[in-house]
């Protein structure tokens, strides 16, 4: 009896070891040759696999299932299935109730909330419970072939997400791009002016996107602003950033982007990077309620004058832009200089 079962791993020891007379199994002098046959079987397959035996069903498990109890498989060998899974056991007892009336079952990806290593974990499984039947032909155990399929899941849901994300992000594209191909054209005196704000418009719109492709949750202001002027500096010493690290997420990084770039292209025609002495300042805050503080200020430049007739690019800084952050936009022409204010809210990531 003690060469049963023979080989197996450690598990083989284990099983040897344990004191089976005090468990509904029996002592192993009594085991029926059906039970030893499937746990030779068993300890010598390398997929996981464990046994439940007996009035109380009793685990037998093999080396390959026991990163499945996690922490549980300290004195885990010979407990009782309602006990050792404890946690799951609501969700598992239909199938195992199922397996013991003759009829297998197969379940895949189920979701099952684990406490096997001290805190709630979500987790996914696929399995096969079978009936095991004693010498006599009697149901007497089941037999479980499983696969923690939770890492597979968690890669689809990811994927999917991603999908989503990128389906979210072209027609949010397209839809920016429209308006601002449309709203262009409305607002140009000639063709030629239109092909040509709209081609710089949508490079801006490009720039924007390459930032955010960098990363998935959003960019930072600093980066922002830096990109979206790179174009319109002569002299990086022109321009003054001053600002926490602050990320916003991409749909807000895009808004502001443009406002920024609308600003800047503005400033380089008629304002404080149309001389060789104007510079613009540009800051920010946020506070514990994440209200966000934006502002463009210009000086240096000649002398400002309000326009005569409100364009697309003040619509687009003052509205906009000023809707992704959930506020309000203003620019005022101060002689010394434009002034821009944006006052609204950071997006949180369930937002975005």
């Not at 284990?14 to 089976?20: L, M, V």
């Not at 899974?85 to 189920?110: H, I, M, R, Y």
């Not at 490079?203 to 390459?210: E, F, N, R, Y």
């Amino acid at each position: 009896m003690s060469e049963f079962p023979n080989g197996g791993g450690e598990m083989a020891g284990a099983i040897r070891a344990f004191d089976w007379s005090k468990t509904s199994v029996g002592a192993m002098a009594t085991w029926p040759a059906s039970l030893r046959a499937v746990v030779q079987m068993m300890l010598h397959q390398q997929h996981a696999i464990c046994l439940f035996w007996g009035t109380d069903l009793n685990i037998i498990y093999n080396d390959a299932y026991r990163p499945f109890l996690g922490d549980k498989e300290v004195g885990a060998l010979g407990q009782p299935f309602h006990e050792i899974w404890s946690d799951v056991w609501e969700d598992v007892k239909p199938f195992a109730d199922q397996a013991l009336s003759g009829c297998g079952t197969f379940t895949e990806n189920l979701r099952l909330l684990m406490q096997r290593n001290g805190f709630l974990e979500e987790t996914f499984w696929t399995f096969s419970y079978s009936p095991l039947f004693d010498d006599a032909g009697e149901i007497a155990g089941i037999i479980d072939v499983a696969v923690d399929t939770t890492r597979l899941v968690q890669s689809k849901r990811k994927e999917e997400l991603l999908r989503r994300e990128l389906v979210h992000r072209v027609k949010n594209a397209m839809a920016v791009t429209s308006a601002v191909v449309s709203a262009t054209m409305r607002h140009a005196n000639n063709l030629e002016e239109a092909r040509d704000t709209v081609a710089k418009r949508i490079a801006a719109l490009g720039k924007a996107q390459s930032l955010l492709d960098e990363s998935d949750d959003g960019a930072t202001v600093d980066a922002i602003v830096l990109e979206s002027m790179a174009a319109h500096l002569d002299d990086r010493a022109r321009l003054t950033i001053d600002g926490p690290p602050v990320r916003v997420q991409p749909q807000q990084a895009v808004g502001l982007s443009l406002a920024i770039y609308e600003l800047a292209t503005n400033a380089l025609k008629h304002g404080a990077l149309s001389n060789a002495a104007g510079t613009v300042s540009v800051s920010w805050s946020v506070d514990e309620q994440a209200a966000f503080r934006f502002a463009w200020v210009e000086a240096g430049g000649p002398p400002v004058a309000a326009p005569t007739r409100r364009g697309f690019g003040t619509r687009l800084t003052d509205q906009i832009v000023a809707n992704y952050f959930g506020g309000t936009g203003q620019t005022t022409y101060e002689r010394h200089g434009v002034r821009f204010e944006l006052n609204g809210t950071i997006q949180s990531d369930e937002e975005a």
